[in-house]
Each structure stands twice: as C-alpha cells, then as structure tokens.
C-alpha cells in the first residue's frame, strides 16, 4: 500500500495527465510547424504575436525567452513566410509592433479551426460553467508555477540557484 496520502496521489496523476496533454501539444505543434513552412520556435513566436495583438521585438524576446538578435531573425522569416509584418507603433511612431498577417490567420484557420469547434463542443458538453472555472483556475496556476520555475533556472550561477542542489 503506498504511503502517500490519496490527495498527493491525485496530484500525481494530475501532473502526469498534464505532461501527457503537453506532449500532445507539442506533438501537434510540431506538425502545424511543419504545415505553415515554419520552425518550432518560428511558429511559437508567431502565437505569442498572435494571442497579444501585436508586440514590439523586445516584448517577444521577453516572453519567448530568445535574445533581441535571434528574434530579429525569427521575425525576419515570418516576414518572409507571410505570416508577420513591421509596423509602426501607433503609441510611439519611432517603435516597430510586428504583427500577424491575414494570411496567417487564413493558414491558421484550417489548421487550428476544427480543434477550436471540437473544444467548444466536446468541453462544453462535457463540464460545467463552475467546473471550467476551475479548470481555469488550474491552468493558470500551472502557467504561474512554470514561470517561477523558468525564472529559477534562468537565475545566473552563484546565486543559489543549481538546479542539482535544488533537487532538480
């Protein structure tokens, strides 16, 4: 019998079913890459531009985890895929926001639009509003604990931060 309270068991499998989904999702994203022409981390900045509306290159490497200069690249071929284009930002006119095309959304459509008209269906059947709530909820727990853990690892040497001494 193991010793470990049902609640940790629970949370056990809790973290092995979301590992799973995100292999899943990589898997999945891993061949759209490869649909729309694109590298994984070419097709990864290319969501961050598309979920936030448009950003400036230092917000994408900030939250892509990619140097200026490796963005400058990375927009630089979704420029020329079509995907994404320069624009001057309307707060600031001496700022460049870059932007996804209409033919990335276009692309993206048939790739993504039967899973978006699968989740609204199959979920909302599936769960309530208070159930999603805290599905919700948990999603975003998951986002805040994996940022505090890249944060941690990203911490530079000397500072108590080796992974090893960490338990990683």
């Not at 950003?55 to 900030?62: F, I, R």
């Not at 911490?155 to 090893?164: A, F, M, Y």
Request: net charge negative; aromatic share 4%.
């Amino acid at each position: 019998m193991s010793s470990r309270s049902p609640k940790r068991r629970k949370v056990g499998e809790l973290i092995e079913k979301f590992r799973l989904t995100g292999h899943q999702d990589n898997a999945f994203d891993e061949l759209a890459a490869e649909v729309l022409g694109l590298s994984r981390t070419d097709l990864e900045c290319v969501s961050i531009i598309e979920r936030r509306g448009g950003v400036s290159a230092g917000e994408l490497a900030a939250e892509s985890g990619l140097t200026t200069g490796a963005v400058t690249g990375v927009v630089d071929r979704l420029e020329r895929s079509g995907y994404a284009a320069r624009g001057p930002d309307p707060a600031d006119r001496r700022k460049v926001i870059v932007e996804v095309t209409p033919a990335f959304h276009d692309r993206a459509r048939g790739i993504w639009g039967p899973m978006a008209a699968d989740w609204q269906e199959r979920v909302a059947k599936r769960f309530t509003a208070e159930e999603l709530d805290t599905i919700a909820a948990f999603l975003d727990l998951t986002a805040e604990l994996g940022r505090e853990h890249t944060d941690r690892l990203r911490e530079p040497e000397g500072t108590g931060s080796d992974p090893v001494s960490k338990g990683v």
